[in-house]
């Protein structure tokens, strides 16, 4: 059973910036990406990165976000900055595609 949690969020004003990690247990996926599902709306990917450190970014948060990973830590970090109100929502860690097995994800919430 694969393991995913999450940490790193918080409450921020609007601009500030957060440091998301996501620590995994057994092996270690090909792709992986940190999703969010803001109140009320979809669950959506947010960013990505392959084992190759390739990355993908939702337009949304291109520029501002930065995704990373540490293969020895089995670790994953999203560098959140120039935070905005609509980037508050739930923040998950998975694969792509996703797992059916999803950790409690992380509480991110930006007020204006």
Same mark, same amino acid.
Request: glycine share 12%; aromatic share 8%; hydrophobic share 30%.
């Given at each position: ?12 004003? @609007?601009?500030? #910036?957060?440091? !998301? /990690?996501? +620590?995994?247990?057994? &092996? ?7 999703? $969010? ?9 947010? @960013?990505?990165? #392959?084992?190759? !450190? /390739?990355? +993908?970014?939702?337009? &949304? ?7 990373? $990973? ?43």
């Amino acid at each position: 059973q694969v393991q995913l949690v999450e940490s790193g969020g918080g409450l921020v004003q @609007a601009g500030g #910036s957060l440091r !998301l /990690s996501c +620590t995994t247990s057994g &092996s270690i996926f090909s792709i992986m990406g940190w999703y $969010r599902q803001a109140p009320g709306k979809q669950r959506e990917l947010v @960013a990505s990165i #392959s084992s190759g !450190l /390739s990355t +993908t970014y939702t337009d &949304s948060v291109r520029g501002r976000f930065t995704i990373s $990973r540490d293969r020895a830590k089995r670790t994953v970090y999203l560098q959140m900055n120039s935070l905005k109100s609509e980037d508050t929502g739930v923040y998950y860690c998975n694969r792509l595609p996703p797992g059916d097995f999803w950790g409690k994800g992380t509480l991110v919430t930006v007020s204006s």
